[in-house]
């Protein structure tokens, strides 16, 4: 069982710790290397098994649109229990997908809940989005959230990348992506993930910094925030 933090909107890091190492900021899996900090991705239930008592390691934890058929009555203070937890530094990854069977309202009664989550407990959320941009854009004016939203695995055009930037998003870019939508991307909203991929995340940030005509280092702008470096 998770251990809890008295101080629920402590997360502050060492920057020592972090010097010279990679950042993952979406994985499913643990960090391959003492180099490599990743950002494990956990639903609720694989959250409430876990016995962490590592500093350096962290999560996020969410419902994905695809298991919201499983909820189960309460889960809303499930989660809120689970991001008491030091461990936990991201909310998601949530939100919307046309390739389920779970209606938009239903999603985004979940996506709401999980809003106010992030915004209590000052943690960015991170978000799963497939077809439903333009929803998800008029969704974030309504709310005006102070927490940093991140579209993960983005691979959408540059067009569409310009549009969530201009209104506020963060993109997170995986093994497979738009190279355009990464050259027009600032480097203070960038983030670089692994996500389901075996591939190493240094070598993304390698094909990143070179499209980007940047030292590895200036792609860590965005993840440094997170662990308020």
Same mark, same amino acid.
């Given at each position: 069982?998770?251990?809890?933090?008295?101080?629920?909107?402590?997360?502050?890091?060492s920057p020592?710790?972090?010097?010279?190492?990679?950042?993952?900021?979406?994985?499913?899996y643990?960090?391959?290397?003492?180099?490599?900090i990743?950002v494990? %991705?956990?639903?609720? #239930?694989?959250?409430?098994?876990?016995? *962490?008592? =590592? /500093?350096? !390691?962290?999560?996020?934890?969410?419902?994905?649109?695809?298991?919201?058929?499983?909820?189960?009555k309460?889960?809303?203070?499930?989660?809120?229990?689970?991001?008491e937890h030091?461990a936990?530094i991201?909310?998601?990854?949530?939100?919307?997908?046309? %390739?389920?069977?779970? #209606?938009?309202?239903?999603?985004?009664? *979940?996506? =709401? /809940?999980? !809003?106010?989550?992030s915004?209590?407990?000052?943690?960015?959320?991170?978000?799963?989005?497939?077809?439903?941009y333009?929803?998800?854009?008029?969704?974030?004016?309504?709310?005006?959230?102070?927490?940093?939203?991140?579209?993960?695995?983005?691979?959408g055009?540059?067009?569409?990348?310009?549009?969530?930037i201009?209104?506020?998003?963060?993109?997170?870019?995986?093994?497979?992506?738009?190279?355009?939508?990464?050259?027009?991307?600032?480097?203070?909203?960038?983030?670089?993930?692994?996500?389901?991929?075996?591939?190493?995340?240094?070598?993304?940030?390698?094909?990143?910094?070179?499209?980007?005509?940047?030292?590895?280092?200036?792609?860590?702008?965005?993840?440094?925030?997170?662990?308020?470096?």
């Amino acid at each position: 069982m998770l251990k809890y933090k008295k101080n629920l909107t402590s997360h502050s890091h060492s920057p020592s710790k972090f010097k010279g190492k990679l950042i993952d900021i979406h994985t499913h899996y643990k960090s391959p290397s003492p180099d490599v900090i990743v950002v494990q %991705n956990l639903s609720l #239930s694989e959250a409430e098994k876990l016995n *962490v008592s =590592d /500093n350096d !390691i962290y999560f996020s934890v969410g419902i994905h649109p695809w298991d919201i058929p499983k909820l189960e009555k309460g889960w809303e203070s499930r989660l809120e229990k689970i991001c008491e937890h030091k461990a936990v530094i991201m909310v998601g990854e949530c939100g919307f997908d046309k %390739n389920t069977d779970v #209606s938009f309202d239903a999603q985004k009664a *979940v996506f =709401d /809940n999980h !809003i106010r989550v992030s915004e209590s407990f000052k943690m960015p959320l991170i978000i799963h989005c497939v077809g439903y941009y333009n929803e998800l854009a008029v969704i974030k004016k309504q709310f005006n959230p102070e927490q940093k939203w991140i579209i993960h695995g983005f691979r959408g055009k540059p067009q569409l990348a310009d549009q969530l930037i201009r209104n506020g998003f963060y993109l997170s870019f995986g093994e497979r992506y738009n190279p355009e939508s990464v050259k027009i991307t600032a480097l203070d909203r960038i983030f670089i993930e692994t996500d389901e991929s075996k591939k190493p995340i240094k070598e993304i940030y390698q094909e990143i910094s070179e499209l980007k005509g940047c030292e590895i280092e200036s792609l860590l702008v965005s993840s440094s925030e997170i662990f308020n470096l």
